[in-house]
């Protein structure tokens, strides 16, 4: 009797509709309010089910607009299904349509990095199906379109010509049948051994969790704009439990395909990677499976990246193996198993960098990474939330400790540098007045060599932050995170880049890496360095200032 009066009253404030329209334009507006209920939407054409997803639905004044592109069905009348929305509200009176996709201040928001890929709207997390293909870079992302929550997993697509310039395409995959569209990765297949050319064009595949039947899916693509999926069955089905984020590479010794996925194998939240290997990229053979930790332990959870990379310097090659919190392991691959060499292995010290991922089939043969950088971006009513890296460049480089991987700021963000600064040897003492007084930054990148003498810490301000270097443990600290960086015959060599979100720091010949995200303020733009318990020789400073890639 209580839950049939609670529903009666709730059908008197809220109501099911269900708005039929043509799609006459390139866009179906949605309007979006931060922080409100969500609603369930679902997008019917010719009775199937095309779209489906939830919003926070604004039905007064909007924060901002989702985009949802329709004019595949133009002509087409649309079936618009909302749940429980208010029984006085006019939102979808009348449905609007746009060719334009216009959001105001865009990509110049208080908080959107300025040389860090974000999508325009929304939520985004991992990137995935990061390729080569047709000369442009494809930086495919985890993107939910209608909110800057995580949430409908799409993969969003974005391309650049020098991986430091983007542009946002819009949605390659939906959510289907299978379940939201989680990570994977992407090849070329130049040689065509799945047989899907056409006209010529070898196809770029892309490989996927849906996260509802939890198999992994494949997708393809001729000319890097037009997707179709395989969509009559998994290319290989769900194993055990979870498993997800399929990442494929080509083995030449073999002449095979190799996929390897995260899988939880067992009651105890085992940790796996599982190999496949196929002469074809649709039928999977099942070859191994190589045990990271358990539970919390996340060695080797999630978002797997595999390559082989030669160690510099000398004719060795070596394979990487690594999970989303980016601990490695370093081994040998036959075509089936890995087989490691040195485990547990970190490079990576900073705070919120997860689940990074390298480019497939690089011209030149480099091996780029970029990371998602969970920014501190969702605030108020901004349009969008969360962040990528910058792109990097890994080397594997022989230490006394063994071989490790090392990574440095690509060179083509050499691109953004305008104005130049540079200081020439200069001793630091305490209480002493700041060299650097004169210089004012917003977007920059610093690259500077420390002898620290006798000082016990050197501490490096860039707009209000702290970088504190401390001699003694011989370690970085910013805003709470700390990182190794040994000295070198006596030195030290640090490259920071700033952005609005935080800051991305390489240290130790590139072995130690630390991001760390923190908002700078907007009105604190001065640089000072300054040194406790003694003196310390600053061998060189430069500081370059930066463009914004948006503009």
Same mark, same amino acid.
């Given at each position: ?485 040994? *000295? =070198?015959?006596?030195? #030290? ?5 700033? $952005?609005?979100?935080?800051?991305? /720091?390489? &240290? !130790?010949? +590139? *072995? =130690?890496?630390?991001? #760390? ?5 907007? $009105?604190?733009?001065?640089?000072? /360095?300054? &040194? !406790?318990? +003694? ?17």
């Amino acid at each position: 009797m209580f839950t049939s009066l609670l529903v009666a009253q709730e059908n008197k404030t809220y109501k099911n509709i269900s708005v039929y329209f043509t799609a006459e334009k390139k866009f179906l507006v949605l309007p979006v309010k931060n922080g409100t209920a969500k609603r369930n939407f679902e997008l019917w054409v010719d009775g199937v089910q095309k779209r489906f997803w939830d919003m926070e639905l604004a039905e007064g004044k909007a924060d901002w607009y989702a985009y949802m592109q329709i004019d595949e069905w133009k002509g087409k009348s649309i079936e618009l299904r909302v749940d429980k929305v208010n029984t006085t509200s006019k939102v979808f009176d009348p449905v609007q349509q746009s060719d334009l996709d216009t959001n105001a201040n865009e990509y110049n928001e208080s908080l959107r990095a300025q040389f860090h890929f974000s999508p325009k709207r929304g939520w985004t997390n991992d990137p995935n199906g990061m390729v080569f293909f047709k000369g442009e870079y494809h930086l495919f992302f985890q993107h939910n379109p209608y909110g800057c929550e995580w949430g409908n997993m799409t993969w969003g697509h974005a391309v650049s010509k020098d991986l430091v310039h983007w542009k946002e395409l819009g949605e390659a995959l939906h959510p289907d049948q299978f379940g939201p569209v989680y990570s994977g990765g992407a090849v070329v297949d130049s040689n065509n051994t799945s047989g899907l050319a056409a006209n010529g064009n070898m196809p770029m595949l892309m490989f996927h969790t849906g996260a509802k039947a939890w198999g992994q899916y494949l997708s393809w693509t001729n000319d890097g704009r037009t997707f179709k999926k395989m969509d009559e069955k998994a290319v290989v089905p769900r194993i055990n439990k979870d498993n997800r984020d399929p990442k494929v590479i080509w083995h030449e010794p073999t002449k095979k395909w190799v996929m390897v996925f995260w899988v939880e194998r067992g009651n105890d939240e085992q940790h796996s990677m599982q190999f496949l290997t196929s002469p074809d990229l649709i039928n999977w053979t099942p070859t191994s499976s190589f045990n990271g930790g358990k539970g919390d332990d996340r060695y080797l959870f999630e978002c797997p990246e595999f390559y082989e990379l030669t160690v510099e310097g000398t004719n060795e090659k070596k394979w990487v193996l690594t999970g989303a919190n980016s601990q490695y392991a370093i081994g040998t691959f036959d075509g089936k198993t890995f087989v490691p060499t040195q485990e547990r292995l970190q490079g990576q010290y900073g705070r919120d960098f997860y689940a990074s991922q390298t480019f497939s089939d690089v011209p030149d043969g480099r091996r780029i990474e970029i990371g998602w950088w969970r920014t501190n971006t969702n605030n108020g009513k901004m349009s969008f939330n969360q962040s990528m890296s910058i792109p990097m460049e890994h080397t594997l480089i022989k230490t006394p400790e063994g071989i490790r991987l090392s990574r440095k700021p690509a060179k083509e963000l050499e691109s953004l540098r305008t104005k130049t600064y540079q200081q020439k040897q200069l001793t630091i003492k305490p209480n002493a007045v700041n060299p650097l007084n004169s210089l004012k930054v917003e977007l920059a990148e610093i690259r500077f060599t420390l002898e620290p003498g006798t000082a016990k810490e050197i501490i490096l301000n860039v707009r209000g932050v702290a970088i504190k270097y401390n001699t003694t443990a011989q370690q970085l600290e910013v805003d709470g995170v700390k990182a190794p960086a040994p *000295l =070198t015959n006596g030195k #030290v060599d640090v490259i920071i880049f700033v $952005d609005k979100v935080g800051f991305e /720091i390489f &240290a !130790n010949s +590139g *072995l =130690t890496f630390m991001p #760390v995200n923190i908002n700078l303020s907007a $009105d604190e733009n001065t640089l000072s /360095i300054s &040194a !406790n318990g +003694g003196t310390a020789k600053l061998l060189n400073l430069f500081v370059y200032e930066l463009k914004s890639i948006w503009r």
